[in-house]
Every structure is written in C-alpha cells, then in structure tokens.
C-alpha cells in the first residue's frame, strides 16, 4: 500500500517565478493538507482540500493556492516567489469522518528561491 | 485561538538514558494531541495520538505519553533511548470537533542520542 508520494523531491526556482508542486495521496483517503516547513521551525498549515474545495485555509497570501482532482491527488501552486518561500513543503491525507482524525505526511519538497 | 510549545529547542542524552520532551498547549477548546517525529530529509511519521479516554497513551518505538488537563500538558517519554531515536519531535493539537483536522504544530525538538 503505497503512502503519501509527492513530486519533486527538490527544486530550485528564481525569484517571481512560479511553481507547482504535486501530491498524491494515500489509498483510500480523500482529504489533502498542505504545510510549509521553514528551516527550524514546525510546520505551518496553508489549506486543506475535500471533494475538489479549499476547506479551510491558514494565515498565508493568495500567491499560494491549490487543486484538487477528481482522484484525490492535489497541487500546490505559489506564484511570484519570495526567498522566504524557501522551506520544506509537506503534503498530508486523511480520510473523511470525524473520528480519523490522524494525517498520514509525505515525504515533502523542498523548495530553494534564490 | 490554539497554540503550541515545545520548551526545550535540544535535548541531549546518553543511549539507555531515559528522556521526557515537554508539550505545552494553549486552546479554550477540548483538542486532540499528537507526537510526530521527523528524521534527516524526511517527512514526519506519527508517533501517538490522544484523542479520548485514557490520559496515558502509548505509540510506536517504545515512546509513551500522558495528557495532564490541569496542566495542559503532552509530555513524551521514553524509559531507554537508542541512537536510531535521534530526530525531531514535533507535538501537534488539533480542534476536537472543528470543520477540519488542521494540525497546529510546535517548533520541534531536537532529540540528540549520544553513545
């Protein structure tokens, strides 16, 4: 049973430009987060996406934005990168229901702007 | 509104030592406590979860944990650490019953295993 896969591993953009990043998630769930991880610091919830919706979204600018498919897998798009875009990007799943309330992690990408 | 602290930014040990991080959460609402622990360049892995009932919970490589309400703590122990155990440690709270299971996370712990 395959986990959380993300795409790429690495990546290293330039200042305004743009970028996506590419989550699928684990069999069976239908839920996908995103978290962005600077360097030292935990991970910062972006938004979280349930039937192709943004259900709910932290305390980031609308450079930051995403998809979802009609197979659950997720993008996460960030336009006009800064340097402080730098940081690990982490995606996560869960399934639907109020009891299962655990996030499966993928291995995250990290992001270098230079 | 909920928050996190992890106090110690390090904690150093020897291995068979025995080693408590400490959790502190802030939130006027019930919540749902994890532990997740992430080595070098890797994602993180779920260590334990309390969600209800018994205030002490065990998770995965030996590690243990006990919520103390009164105290609103979610300290993490283990009675013998190894040297694979070196990572960080990351405590997490989540809204019990919110729309989503959005996860507010601490800064981390860095646990050092010294031989």
């Known amino acids: 049973d395959a986990g959380v896969t993300q795409s790429p591993t690495h990546l290293i953009k330039t200042r305004g430009q743009q970028v996506t990043l590419r989550c699928s998630p684990k069999?069976?769930?239908?839920?996908v987060s995103w978290y962005q991880q600077a360097l030292g610091q935990g991970p910062q919830f972006i938004f979280q996406y349930y039937e192709e919706e943004e259900r709910q979204r932290g305390n980031f600018p609308d450079r930051f934005s995403g998809h979802q498919f009609p197979n659950y897998s997720s993008e996460l798009n960030v336009n006009a990168l800064l340097l402080g875009d730098s940081a690990l990007y982490l995606c996560?799943?869960?399934?639907?229901?109020?009891?299962?309330?655990?996030?499966?992690f993928g291995p995250g990408t990290r992001l270098t702007v230079t | 509104a909920q928050s996190v602290t992890q106090l110690d930014s390090q904690v150093p040990v020897f291995e068979e030592a025995p080693v408590e991080l400490r959790c502190n959460y802030s939130?006027?609402?019930?919540?749902?406590l994890f532990w997740y622990v992430q080595y070098p360049n890797q994602g993180l892995q779920l260590l334990l979860k309390?969600?209800?009932?018994?205030?002490l919970v065990k998770g995965i490589n030996g590690f243990e944990a006990e919520f103390n309400k009164s105290q609103t703590s979610f300290h993490l122990r283990k009675p013998s650490v190894h040297i694979s155990d070196t990572a960080e440690y990351f405590c997490a709270v989540s809204w019990a019953g919110g729309a989503t299971n959005k996860l507010i996370f601490g800064t981390g712990t860095l646990l050092a295993v010294q031989p």
């Open positions: 996560a799943s869960s399934p639907t229901g109020t009891a299962s309330y655990e996030q499966y």
């Open positions: 939130s006027s609402v019930s919540v749902y």
């Open positions: 309390y969600l209800s009932g018994s205030t």
């Open positions: 069999s069976g769930h239908d839920t």
